[in-house]
């Protein structure tokens, strides 16, 4: 828990820019604009949105937030040092930061002596030059000048003198920022920590004999942490951390950096970025802020984490990540029968923290691994007390363990999980019955996609209903000619999509007869269920999982229903 008296860490994320380079990740304006109005509300303080002029899309995107800017936290713009032989007044780039209208602006150069002879093919005193000449006349512009230094690592373990150098053209320029940047990936924990006290403590003796830069003046509400001064009262410029994860020691690093006094730490939500990805904030603020009482964001605004971590996968199109730590699905999840009876005791056992403190919650996963705490620890979750009814309990967990030999799974399907604990209660409602279905697939030579007919029979209350439906492959067909059926008794159903469809084979080796389980997401717009079915038949299967999940949706809106009007009785 954080106090008034917690050290405070400055949060600086990057999804937009470096999370973008991720393979197959690709984000509009208005992706953008959301992503960034999400991240302000979790109170990041600095938001990297782009460089600006290096794409129409990014131009675009600091226009709009000029019109509507953001309530907290601080846009900032990225860009290189202007090119070699040229004037910073003179470069088009610059203008194009400017034009953006930022109050911050990043300005990445190079560290590492490698670089700036074989990428920018100049020669290590104009690389100098170029730090010097672009952050001197952004400043002279009103700009507050965060310098990412980057290779910096890999530099100085290269050629530390000119690696410290480049720091010194930055500091003297008047960055009020020196982020040291793991660009590779390659450095490790106990490495980080060194280099960054190194560059502390050299910074904290040059200060000492450089002149005081004048400060820029920030406008409005938010400030966001100037240079510090010492003793002498000359100005000490803060350092950050910039790390990624091809070593998978991304948050390791930028908490061992965090630990040797960098006061910055950049990262991006889910970990998204080039190659490897970058530090991923999702884990870095629980672990700063709960494990390590720095102050990043609040307390209330911690408990957005997991929505926010979810907003932005589901943003850029990308699955969430089910096991990632403190923000995924599975990351308080509990399978084991004695660690589930555990953890109803006394959470501790087996949780690190408490899962609400992120937004999380705990999950009682449903498996022949179970015991029966598990069944009991789960029917609580759906509504349904089964302490004093030990006995049923015990029927159900050996239905459970006997359906999952035959390669039910029900960890990821517990929706079909509740429908079987009804039954096994002898309350499982029957809204419809399936007497049977027919699918007809036509394969044309040439055509990419496939039409497929689907004739289901159905009764509800009593009454025989036909109908068919075509889709573009046979699952899409029955599933269109069951809502088909089903609608004019319950209107609801016109609500329900069906979001997810994954197949996956259990037994391979026997070829085409080999059994397969599927499992389907269905919605309503407001919840998500999950349902299974398994049969060597794939679309037998299929039908189980989609019937099931048209019945699971169903017994939702009725219990909604049944909650709305005990509410008004009273």
Not at 85 to 93: F, G, Y
Not at 410 to 425: D, G, V
Request: with cysteine; charged share 20%.
């Amino acid at each position: 828990m954080t106090t008034n008296s917690s050290p405070q860490l400055w949060l600086y994320d990057t999804t937009l820019r470096d999370g973008t380079q991720r393979e197959g990740l690709s984000v509009s304006i208005e992706d953008k604009l959301r992503i960034a109005r999400r991240l302000d509300k979790l109170g990041i303080p600095f938001i990297e949105g782009g460089w600006p002029g290096a794409n129409p899309k990014d131009v675009q995107f600091f226009w709009q937030l000029q019109e509507d800017p953001l309530k907290q936290s601080e846009i900032v713009a990225f860009c290189s040092t202007r090119r070699p032989n040229s004037t910073a007044a003179t470069e088009p780039m610059l203008q194009d930061i400017l034009a953006a209208g930022t109050r911050w602006v990043t300005i990445f150069g190079k560290s590492w002596d490698l670089h700036v002879t074989t990428s920018l093919k100049t020669t290590l005193e104009e690389n100098l030059a170029m730090i010097c000449d672009t952050i001197e006349y952004l400043r002279s512009q009103g700009r507050r000048i965060i310098y990412d230094a980057e290779h910096w690592f890999d530099g100085y373990k290269h050629n530390p003198d000119y690696a410290l150098q480049t720091l010194d053209a930055a500091f003297a320029s008047g960055a009020e920022w020196l982020v040291l940047c793991d660009t590779n990936g390659g450095t490790l924990p106990h490495e980080i920590s060194q280099i960054v006290q190194d560059v502390s403590s050299y910074l904290s003796l040059v200060s000492q004999c450089v002149a005081e830069v004048p400060s820029v003046e920030a406008t409005g509400v938010i400030s966001q942490e100037p240079m510090t001064k010492d003793k002498g009262q000359r100005t000490i410029p803060q350092i950050g951390i910039h790390t990624h994860n091809d070593s998978e020691m991304a948050v390791a690093n930028a908490i061992a950096a965090v630990m040797a006094g960098a006061k910055m730490v950049q990262g991006t939500i889910n970990g998204y970025g080039e190659r490897c990805g970058n530090a991923n904030l999702c884990s870095l603020i629980p672990n700063l802020q709960l494990k390590l009482g720095y102050s990043c964001i609040t307390e209330d605004q911690l408990t957005q984490l997991t929505e926010a971590s979810h907003f932005v996968s589901e943003v850029v199109n990308l699955a969430p990540d089910e096991h990632a730590p403190f923000v995924g699905l599975s990351a308080f999840a509990h399978k084991g029968g004695i660690h589930v009876s555990a953890v109803e005791r006394n959470p501790l056992t087996y949780e690190h923290i408490q899962p609400e403190q992120v937004g999380n919650h705990r999950r009682i996963v449903i498996s022949e691994q179970s015991g029966l705490s598990n069944v009991l620890a789960k029917a609580r979750s759906f509504g349904i007390d089964l302490d004093q009814l030990k006995a049923e309990a015990k029927q159900i967990l050996q239905r459970l363990k006997d359906l999952e030999s035959e390669g039910f799974q029900f960890e990821a399907a517990e929706a079909s999980f509740a429908l079987l604990m009804h039954e096994a209660l002898g309350g499982r409602q029957k809204f419809f019955e399936v007497k049977g279905f027919q699918v007809h697939c036509d394969l044309i030579e040439g055509k990419e996609t496939s039409n497929a007919l689907a004739t289901v029979k159905l009764a509800v209350d009593g009454k025989n209903i036909l109908e068919a439906a075509e889709g573009n492959g046979p699952v899409a067909a029955l599933d269109a000619a069951l809502r088909k059926a089903l609608v004019n008794f319950y209107p609801q159903i016109a609500t329900f999509d069906l979001t997810d469809y994954k197949v996956r084979i259990l037994n391979g080796h026997t070829g085409t007869a080999a059994k397969t389980r599927v499992l389907v997401e269905s919605g309503n717009g407001r919840q998500r269920w999950t349902t299974v079915g398994v049969s060597t038949n794939i679309l037998e299967a299929s039908y189980q999982a989609v019937v099931e999940g048209l019945e699971y949706g169903l017994l939702l809106h009725s219990q909604a229903e049944a909650a709305t009007k005990l509410l008004v009785d009273k």
